[in-house]
T-cell receptor
């Protein structure tokens, strides 16, 4: 069962505009959420995270929003740049649990 | 620091063959893990280790063995390869007190 879902396999935006990537989860025990970015032929790299005690975390152009009641989180990239073109994975884990679950990924393309 | 290294980058096996995927890290991280990435499935945890001599199963452990004799190395063994094990395999390590994982560049395995 996929406990973390990214329902949009791909997203295309214009350079300078906002990119919004969405993620839903089903396990109410998850309390820590991460976004990873992956370029072709490379391993995923950590981008930003959020704890369930917060509803927003910001790091430069990247902001993650968490809606616990809806079991939904989103990653906003503003402004989007061509170098942001990559696959973005949402991940979730529970406190003191070594099992991290990943979504299927969303391929973001930022057009110049 | 080299970070997390994986060898080989590519491998083709015939059904029934065995092989070991190598993973090493030089960051002195206790926690290491193996994932497989398949289209539409995201990354799924195969096995993980919280320190030398300690390993445990993840979400999809069948067909794979691991051992952890040193902090640095965490090899993944396929005893009898099957076409269903065709995938991209990522090794990762995690610093203490963190959920952020550092991934290796991956091994692309094809089983014919």
């Amino acid at each position: 069962d996929q406990q973390v879902k990214q329902n949009s396999p791909s997203l295309s935006v214009q350079e300078g505009r906002i990119s919004i990537l969405n993620c839903d989860y089903t396990n109410s025990m998850f309390d820590y959420f991460l976004w990873y970015k992956k370029y072709p032929a490379e391993g995923p790299t950590f981008l930003i995270s959020i704890s369930s005690i917060k509803d927003k975390n910001e790091d430069g152009r990247f902001t993650v929003f968490l809606n616990k009641s809806a079991k939904h989180l989103s990653l906003h990239i503003v402004p989007s740049q061509p170098g942001d073109s990559a696959v973005y994975f949402c991940a979730a884990t529970a406190y003191n649990n070594n099992d991290m679950r990943f979504g299927a990924g969303t391929r973001l393309t930022v057009k110049p | 620091n080299a970070g997390v290294t994986q060898t080989p980058k590519f491998q083709v096996l015939k059904t029934g063959q065995s092989m070991t995927l190598q993973c090493a890290q030089d960051m002195n991280h206790e926690y290491m893990s193996w994932y497989r990435q398949d289209p539409g499935m995201g990354l799924r945890l195969i096995h993980y280790s919280v320190g030398a001599g300690i390993t445990d199963q993840g979400e999809v452990p069948n067909g794979y063995n691991v051992s952890r004799s040193t902090t640095e190395d965490f090899p993944l063994r396929l005893l009898s390869a099957a076409p269903s094990q065709t995938s991209v395999y990522f090794c990762a390590s995690t610093p203490p007190g963190s959920d952020t994982q550092y991934f290796g560049p991956g091994t692309r395995l094809t089983v014919l």
